[in-house]
């Protein structure tokens, strides 16, 4: 079932960092952060913090089957800077993390998602 509300919050959301000014910051990163699934596959996660401040940070999450290090470039070098922290994953299977990959937005990856998120 399409939730088309989730793509206009989307759309503001990137509008609103894409308009942001940069600033010319550094993010705090930890790398190789373990997550455990409900069935005990660890998930490799690098996250990235703001530069200064003691959060909560608002917070974007992706997990990749495509390495975390390369999809990350992007959003850590901008996101930090207007105070969002990010989290970049290997999903199941790749990269860093445990287990088997299946295919891209599979069911479990989606649950994956969602145990890193909480």
Not at 30 to 49: C, E, N, P, S
Request: one cysteine or more.
């Amino acid at each position: 079932m399409k939730k088309p509300w989730l793509a206009q919050i989307s759309a503001g959301v990137m509008l609103t960092i894409a308009t942001a000014s940069a600033q010319s910051t550094t993010a705090r990163v930890t790398k190789d952060v373990r997550f455990t699934m409900d069935d005990g596959i660890q998930i490799a996660a690098d996250v990235y913090l703001p530069p200064s401040g003691s959060g909560p940070f608002p917070c974007l999450v992706e997990l990749t089957p495509y390495r975390k290090e390369t999809r990350a470039a992007e959003g850590a070098s901008f996101l930090p800077g207007q105070g969002f922290a990010l989290i970049e994953a290997d999903a199941r299977g790749t990269g860093g993390s445990n287990g088997e990959y299946d295919v891209v937005f599979s069911i479990r990856e989606q649950r994956d998602t969602a145990e890193v998120i909480e």
